[in-house]
Structure formats: structure tokens, C-alpha cells
């Protein structure tokens, strides 16, 4: 539940370029959520809410997807393979989108009714499926 302090957005992460036929979920609690398979390469796009709290320092980030590693980290994990639940893949692995570091402006402009939409490469340089943490993810609000 939000307190009075938190704004929820809309959120969007999108997956350019995923290795076909493998699926891909969101993350929420320790299971995956709203599985999806690219058949040719297409994106492949998850939203979800996300809720905001401002501080003083910039921004605490909180909801269902959100996890946490020490007292600034705050990121989201794309489940792939077996992790998303297809026990036929080869690959087991996640990717981990940073979320702390986005820039004020954009959750100015997200919180008056954008989409805050993070774009990413999901293809790994070997051409398996990418994992660990993602860089670069560009931000924008549409």
C-alpha cells in the first residue's frame, strides 16, 4: 500500500533485440510475472507501477518489481530461460535494470502522466541471451 508520501507511475522496460524463442519475464516476489518470447527478434516490453518517494537526497523507488541492495541501490530483474518458468532452456539468468540512478527530470515528467520507458540491448556480444547488470538502459517519458 502507498503512503501519503509515494506517487505511483507507469513504467515500462523494453527489451530491443531479445534472442528469439527464449522467454523473458518480470520479476515479482521470487516468481516470474508476464512471460513473453520474441519468435523473430522483436521487443518485448514489461510495465508495470512503480511508486516514488522524494527526498531529500533524489528519490526512494518502491513496488512489486523493485529490490533493493544496500541503502541507495534499487533495480528490477528480467527473469530469462528456466528462471521464467521454461524448463527447457538452456539459459537460467537474470538481468538487473538500475532504477536509482534515474535522472529527476524524467520522473517530473512521468509523474504528471508519461510512461517512464527503459530501452535496453538483450542480446549478449556472444549472441546468448544478456544477464548481470545492464548498461547502457536509456531512459525517456512517452
Not at 505511483?8 to 523473458?24: D, N, T, Y
Not at 528519490?59 to 527447457?88: L, M, N
Amino acid at each position: 500500500m502507498a503512503r501519503a508520501d509515494q506517487v505511483e507511475i507507469r513504467a515500462r522496460l523494453v527489451i530491443e533485440q531479445p534472442v528469439p524463442g527464449v522467454l523473458h519475464s518480470l520479476q515479482e516476489d521470487d516468481a516470474p510475472l508476464d512471460p513473453k518470447t520474441s519468435k523473430a527478434g522483436e521487443p518485448l516490453a514489461f510495465d508495470f507501477p512503480l511508486r516514488i518517494e522524494r527526498t531529500e537526497a533524489g528519490a526512494k523507488y518502491f513496488g512489486k518489481q523493485v529490490r533493493r541492495e544496500g541503502p541507495e541501490r534499487r533495480f528490477v530483474y528480467i527473469r530469462i530461460g528456466t528462471a521464467a518458468g521454461d524448463c527447457t532452456s538452456p539459459w537460467t539468468r537474470r538481468m538487473k535494470i538500475d532504477i536509482h540512478d534515474i535522472e529527476p527530470g524524467l520522473l517530473d515528467c512521468a509523474v504528471k502522466g508519461g510512461v517512464l520507458v527503459g530501452t535496453f540491448d538483450g542480446t549478449a556480444k556472444d549472441g546468448s541471451p544478456a544477464c548481470a547488470t545492464i548498461r547502457p538502459v536509456t531512459w525517456r517519458v512517452v
